[in-house]
């Protein structure tokens, strides 16, 4: 593979200072795409694109993108977490939107030289990782409305701390009752930039009256919870943990599938089906709404402290981070630092 290296290495940031998606390492991955195949990937100093202002993806939003974490153990191993089924989510998210596919084992092996030069960017205090943006765009100067025949796809990376500015402390989200972030038949199990666009507005809303995200609904009853857009969602309701089933407009989480996962071994009921927001209601008032958190790989597994919907607040747990949910975030937190066993097969080491 073609590496050229920097001349104009950066300074690292303050591992306490990283927030999230901030800082980019030195270099990054450029793979092209033209006359129906990939080329060879390279390695290059990280740096602008240049582009022309008719490149068809600055105008029909024509790509995707994907979220995977590396981590730096005690022993200085550099360890990636289910890194193979960020690329078979990513072929599905190309498939949908008219985008080549790509051979993940090409992609891996290239990803894994980038992360071995940039190791000494990897963050090492609990709860930071390097974060690795995978990105595919189309990249051909035209303005006609058809899939592209040019594409980039690259991977840049970012020493990442909490995606919260407030950390672990609970989350406050307000339930999105006008707005949709997509319907059936859309885009929404698609990781592609569109999606995230669409979401903004709720988002926004949400911010303005103090809330950090916005709950989104299913299009067309706007009655059943689908997702937050930056993170997948579960409610423990009695002894069940719940969240909504994937019926097509909700991106399928690979942390979501890593909760499931986890509570099924360890004993806990877990069911994935329609949630309506009048459940929700009910079981508040009934007592019987004793957690709810987000799952993403920016977002971890993050309380939920606050619900609001149709004016109704509902606090979850006087507040506080509930006890499945710690036991998740443990739980999956310990695996990807190797604090526990792997027992899942999630983790592999870059060589
Ligand atoms: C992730 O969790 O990696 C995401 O892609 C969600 C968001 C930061 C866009």
């Known amino acids: 593979m073609n590496v050229t290296l920097t001349t104009n290495p950066k300074q690292k940031p303050d591992s306490s200072k990283l927030g999230f998606g901030k800082y980019f390492t030195d270099h990054m991955l450029v793979m092209d795409y033209e006359n129906g ?3 060879e990937p390279e390695i290059v100093p990280y740096a602008p694109f240049e582009m022309y202002p008719a490149t068809n993806v600055l105008h029909y939003a024509q790509g995707i993108f994907e979220g995977a974490k590396a981590y730096r153990t005690k022993e200085g191993k550099i360890t990636v977490f289910r890194i193979d089924d960020n690329f078979i989510r990513m072929n599905n998210s190309a498939t949908r939107m008219c985008m080549p596919t790509f051979d993940a084992k090409v992609v891996k092996a290239a990803l894994f030289e980038l992360l071995k030069l940039e190791k000494d960017w990897i ?3 609990p709860g930071t990782a390097l974060y690795i943006r995978p990105t595919m765009i189309a990249n051909e100067e035209v303005l006609g409305v058809h899939a592209s025949h040019k594409y980039r796809f690259f991977i840049i990376l970012s ?3 909490s995606y919260y500015a407030h950390g672990l402390q609970p989350t406050k989200i307000l339930v ?3 707005y949709v972030r997509t319907a059936i038949g859309g885009t929404g199990e698609a990781k592609c930039m569109g999606n995230y666009a669409a979401s903004l507005m709720g988002g926004e809303l949400a911010n303005k009256k103090g809330y950090d995200q916005a709950l989104w609904l299913d299009a067309k009853e706007h009655k059943y919870v ?3 857009g930056s993170m997948n969602i579960f409610f423990v309701i009695g002894d069940e943990v719940v969240t909504p089933q994937l019926v ?3 991106l399928p989480g690979i942390t979501r599938n890593s909760c499931i996962q986890v509570l099924k071994k360890y ?6 089906r329609r949630i309506s927001m009048d459940e929700i209601v009910a079981a508040y008032d009934k007592g019987e709404l004793k957690e709810c958190f987000g799952s993403g790989t920016a977002a971890v597994i993050s309380p939920v402290g606050l619900i609001t919907y149709q004016g109704k607040d509902m606090v979850v747990n006087d507040g506080k981070m509930g006890e499945i949910t710690s036991f998740l975030y443990d739980k999956i937190t310990g695996i990807q630092s190797e604090r526990y ?3 899942f097969g999630w983790v592999t080491e870059v060589k």
């Open 159 to 161: 020493p990442v701390g």
């Open 123 to 125: 963050p090492t205090e």
């Open 267 to 272: 004993g806990y009921k877990i069911s994935e």
């Open 226 to 228: 689908e997702e937050v």
């Open 37 to 39: 195949a990939w080329k």
């Open 248 to 250: 097509g407009s909700i």
């Open 176 to 178: 999105e009752e006008h």
């Open 341 to 343: 066993p792997d027992e």
